[in-house]
């Protein structure tokens, strides 16, 4: 099983990171894939958005056929929407992948690729409207949807939240818990400030109860 | 002000991006510090716990005067608590940092570099007792605590509380409000398995109204 995380310019962070963890988490306490992989456009070193600097394991040139394809967002996405040579790779990878992922704004990604026409997906709070000028989705507020073969989460840190609900669908509670043990993924509860209350918040963030939705 | 994070091989990837995310996320909203910046011994690239490669802004010989240091976990620590050329690096930049922060087992860094003598300080929650029998540090079961100058962070994903801390004790309630709402960290308060109700698991994790401790 091979699960690529793609990479470009301007991604952002934890968009990745966060996935990414719990990812390989899973294959190292829990038989999740055998290969967790990065992939990028070129053989040379991602800037993130926030000024991180990685490197890519593969390029869309030598990467293998993924079972599994996360797309992780940031202010790169808005460039890469047009970019031809990645909306390829992720077209050609998404005809054999058992499921596609998406974190925050890489669900313009997915639509830009195709994939979204008439799904349920989410993005970060701060996007909402965009994905909903977009036409063809069926926007939700919630911290992530699935929706068939389709994932996608909210903002930044939802990833997390998104790759947990993620494993105990593939393989289980009991894997899903050893990952969140190992990674310690207890967070605080703890709000600062007063957004959960601001009519711009996410509407599962205003029910203190939020609930996560998916259909099949 | 000058915000360094430390990288070695076989860090542990969330232990160091959770942070970075929430101190990147403080720079750009909410006039966090005006340098971010990760340091590693040589100019190589990093490779990480679980492969993921990086390579940092600084090494030991060219990094600036940090104002504040945080020192992340992973395997590698275990050999980096005798990299004297590491420790030399954190006791060197302790001596005018403002704080020093570690996440998960960077806690035996700062314990190896002399910085935890006496103080309260924890760890992953499958190091607890290692940390205890190093004799002299005073070891708290919970997801974050402050002793002076010095705070540490439970296992991996505590760091993203640890830090939103940090930045609500030093810049007030509203900055952290504002960094945890545009990385949109609202996490679910989901629990698979039933990791909490083990005897092995953290006092906090046991606490379903889990606390914090700090101390002066």
């Known amino acids: 099983m091979n699960f690529g995380i793609l990479l470009f310019d301007g991604v952002e962070e934890l968009d990745f990171v966060g996935p990414w963890e719990m990812l390989t988490m899973w294959s190292k306490v829990a038989g999740g894939p055998e290969h967790c992989l990065t992939v990028s456009e070129a053989s040379t070193s991602v800037t993130c958005a926030k000024g991180l600097s990685v490197h890519a394991h593969f390029t869309f040139d030598n990467c293998p056929s993924l079972d599994y394809l996360l797309v992780p967002g940031g ?16 077209m050609r990878q998404a005809g054999h992948c058992r499921a596609i992922l998406s974190v925050c704004t890489g669900s313009f990604i997915l639509h830009a690729a ?7 997906a989410t993005t970060h709070w701060a996007s909402l ?4 000028e977009l036409g063809d989705v069926d926007v939700v507020e919630a911290r992530y949807v699935r ?13 997390m939240d998104l790759m947990l609900a993620f494993i105990a669908y593939t393989a289980g509670e009991a894997a ?3 990952v969140q043990c190992q990674s310690e993924y207890y967070p605080s509860d703890m709000r ?4 959960h209350e601001d009519e711009q918040a996410p509407e599962y963030l205003r029910d203190p109860k939020w609930k996560t939705t998916s259909s099949s």
């Open 147 to 159: 929706d068939g073969v389709i994932w996608s989460a909210a903002g930044v840190s939802a990833g």
């Open 192 to 195: 600062y400030g007063l957004f």
């Open 129 to 132: 409207d965009r994905l909903r």
């Open 75 to 90: 202010q790169g996405t808005r460039r890469e929407v047009t970019n031809q040579a990645l909306l390829d790779f992720v």
């Open 114 to 120: 195709g994939l979204l026409e008439g799904r349920k």
């Open 176 to 178: 899903a818990g050893q």
